[in-house]
């Protein structure tokens, strides 16, 4: 039996795949199909929904939904090759470089920064500077208690909730940040010596802890669509005792892949019979440019996700608060306790607010609109002004804040970090993203900040430093 929503689903796609209707055109808004077709709002959702979920189409901020181009001539980056071997992590000098200068996420800080905030963060800074205003007098005199403020904790089980998330509030603790849930779900998992597999490229911070724990890194190759070879850690699992697997399995940095739903029930199957916790990073997760993907841990039935996500890319940076799930809430707030007493009270307040009144929402409509705009534009100026260097690969997130460049074997980004930097550019080159000598030739670009002129500048003038020095 075929519902409604299932033919004009099927129909829809048909024209799309076979080309009658082309890459960018605008589908029939839902009040047309509903009285061209006779069929009620709540079927044309559904079909479009689905459509959107399959990667079909996409939705457009105040606009509608628009076909997506089905193959492109653009290549992508290769899937990683690396060497699935534990082993110790040494980060390097070049990280903390970037650190120091704050703007791993901006090619151009010197000179970019743009005078009008967004709406968003106009009403988080008021929501925070109500809640502060009133706080009780003796409120600053006492912590917050160690699980977090309840307010928050209610609402951020309820968003994942409506996900098909099985967790209540008692389960969420609040964090500074998704890297210090992150630390906190590797001391739960993990003893020095302990061997944890990652994504390779993957996130730095994670490399970072595991540094800092002495713990033993596991690189396993990912690509840019589909994220980590599920298959390639099934081989690692029958060599080596893994005890944790760190995966961002919606628009993992650096490449913004996105792990299929098949993958995702084939790691949870493989942690269960290998017997390893899985450490999810959803930092990203609300940042799809369509229908929001439910976590990792909505597939979890055996207690082995560890959930860590944070409002910092999806609303600011210096909203440090973050939150762990886990049924073993009871000894990570112990852990919490020993090297963080506790998060800011007032913070949590005013994000309970800002969440209440459907601010974050509104925020989230406009920054994921903008966020895809930015990346047409930057993969559009790197076809433009990049051209110089031979094939480049980009890879194409369909959420998140970056992507990943692939330029050819001959060039190395490392060689040109110097240079660039005493210009005013800041780059993020593909070795800071393993723990082997790898990835020279790659480097993370963000689109997180809009193409103004000093950016575009800073990406053609480092692609003439690239040529110069290769």
Not at 55 to 72: D, H, P
Not at 380 to 407: C, F, K, M, N
Request: glycine residues 6%; proline residues 4%; charged residues 20%.
């Amino acid at each position: 039996m075929n519902y409604l929503y299932q033919n004009l689903e099927r129909e829809l796609a048909q024209e799309i795949l076979q080309g009658r209707l082309p890459a960018g055109s605008k589908l029939p808004s839902i009040r047309y199909q509903c009285e061209q077709l006779g069929l009620s709002k709540a079927t044309v959702i559904h079909a479009y929904q689905r459509l959107e979920a399959a990667g079909l189409i996409e939705a457009r901020f105040k606009s509608g939904f628009y076909v997506v181009g089905q193959g492109t001539n653009r290549p992508i980056p290769s899937e990683s090759l690396v060497h699935s071997e534990p082993q110790l992590v040494d980060t390097s000098d070049l990280m903390r470089d970037i650190m120091e200068h704050s703007a791993a996420f901006d090619i151009a800080p010197q000179g970019s920064h743009s005078r009008d905030l967004p709406t968003g963060i106009v009403e988080l800074n008021r929501s925070i500077a109500r809640a502060l205003r009133s706080q009780k007098e003796a409120d600053h005199q006492y912590y917050d208690e160690p699980a977090g403020v309840a307010e928050i904790r209610e609402q951020i089980a309820e968003r994942y909730q409506r996900l098909g998330c099985r967790f209540t509030s008692s389960e969420v603790t609040m964090s500074a940040g998704c890297q210090h849930g992150l630390a906190l779900a590797l001391q739960m998992c993990c003893q020095p010596g302990d061997i944890v597999a990652v994504e390779s490229p993957g996130f730095y911070g994670v490399l970072q802890l595991i540094e800092s724990m002495g713990l033993k890194v596991l690189e396993i190759p990912v690509s840019a669509q589909h994220g980590m070879s599920i298959n390639a850690l099934e081989t690692a699992a029958q060599n080596w005792n893994i005890k944790a697997c760190v995966v961002t399995p919606s628009f993992a940095t650096p490449t913004g892949a996105c792990l299929p739903i098949a993958q995702r029930h084939q790691l949870l199957a493989l942690s269960e019979e290998k017997d390893f916790m899985v450490i999810e990073d959803d930092i990203y997760g609300d940042l799809s440019f369509s229908q929001r993907i439910p976590p990792l841990k909505q597939l979890d039935r055996q207690g082995k996700v560890i959930l860590c996500g944070s409002f910092s890319k999806a609303l600011s940076r210096d909203v440090r608060m973050g939150w762990v799930v886990t049924e073993q809430f009871r000894q990570l707030r112990r852990l919490k306790m020993i090297n963080l007493l506790a998060v800011c009270k007032f913070v949590q307040r005013g994000l309970v607010d800002f969440i209440a009144d459907g601010s974050y929402d509104k925020h989230l409509r406009k920054q994921k609109f903008l966020l895809q705009q930015q990346r047409d534009q930057l993969i559009a100026l790197l076809d433009q002004y990049w051209t110089p260097l031979g094939e480049v690969r980009v890879s194409q997130p369909q959420g998140g804040i970056a992507l990943w460049v692939e330029l050819e074997d001959r060039y190395d980004l490392n060689e040109c970090y110097l240079q660039a930097r005493s210009e005013g550019i800041l780059i993020t080159p593909g070795n800071l993203f393993t723990a082997q000598d790898r990835f020279k030739n790659c480097l993370r670009l963000s689109f997180a900040h809009n193409w103004s002129g000093p950016r575009v500048k800073a990406l053609i003038r480092l692609a003439e430093i690239i040529k110069a020095g290769h």
